[in-house]
């Protein structure tokens, strides 16, 4: 079956700092891989996304590339915000109308 | 943009009511989702519908159950409200094709005392 595996958290960084969240997953074909974000007491907003293998997708300054040889999809960012607090969710699909599958979440807290 | 509007933000029910969560969404899409939320474990599917009248089981489907009677309707029913069902639902929408994301509501928070 599909799983998503993410590190653990919570991430503590200072403002301005790189982040990185890993993400590796395991799934049957070829899925197409998301990052979700999900802001305190919202629901998930989707954060930028990939379909195929070295697409990498960004929005917002963060990044992330989809490395089938690793099966990996790690969100990077160059220099986080306080306004980046939040938990970032990786999750992949396969087939049509299938859910998403998603990883247990990383929580990532920016201080001044 | 796609709005997936659940119907409340907050419920308070007592044990062994009926429970209605109600979704809309206004993109047409054929998918819709039911998520719940929990900390520690992460987002688990309940039930997801693929088309009007048609529905399947996630993962986590004992104790609920849905309807579809229209397109952009998905309603979530918990047939008598247990305790263990204090949770965070989420209501989602897509498009068939994998390589589409699904769109969430902002979740309704539950509480069954």
């Known amino acids: 079956g599909n799983s998503v595996t993410q590190m653990e958290g919570p991430v503590t960084l200072s403002e301005e700092a790189f982040l990185t969240i890993n993400c590796t997953y395991t799934?049957?074909?070829?899925?197409?891989l998301f990052w979700y974000v999900q802001y305190p007491g919202e629901g998930l907003q989707l954060l930028l996304k990939?379909?195929?293998?070295?697409d990498k997708g960004s929005n917002k300054g963060f990044e992330a590339t989809y490395r089938k040889e690793t099966t990996s999809f790690h969100l990077e960012k160059g220099s986080v915000q306080v306004s980046d607090s939040a938990v970032y969710f990786c999750?992949?699909?396969?087939?049509?109308?299938?859910?998403?599958?998603f990883g247990t979440g990383t929580r990532l807290q920016v201080t001044l | 943009d796609v709005k997936v509007t659940q119907s409340s933000r907050y419920l308070v029910k007592r044990t062994g009511e009926k429970v209605f969560l109600e979704c809309v969404q206004d993109?047409?899409?054929?998918?819709m989702f039911w998520y719940r939320q929990d900390p520690g474990l992460g987002l688990r599917l309940i039930y997801f519908s693929y088309d009007v009248k048609m529905k399947e089981k996630g993962d986590i489907p004992e104790g609920y159950s849905v309807s579809r009677e229209k397109k952009e309707r998905f309603s979530l029913i918990l047939e008598s409200a247990s305790t263990n069902q204090t949770s965070m639902y989420l209501c989602?929408?897509?498009?068939?094709?994998?390589?589409?994301?699904?769109?969430f509501g902002n979740g309704t928070r539950l509480t069954v005392t």
């Open positions: 989602a929408s897509s498009l068939v094709s994998y390589n589409s994301p699904l769109h």
């Open positions: 999750a992949l699909r396969t087939g049509t109308a299938s859910k998403l599958t």
């Open positions: 799934a049957t074909g070829y899925p197409s």
């Open positions: 990939a379909t195929k293998a070295d």
């Open positions: 993109m047409d899409h054929e998918n």
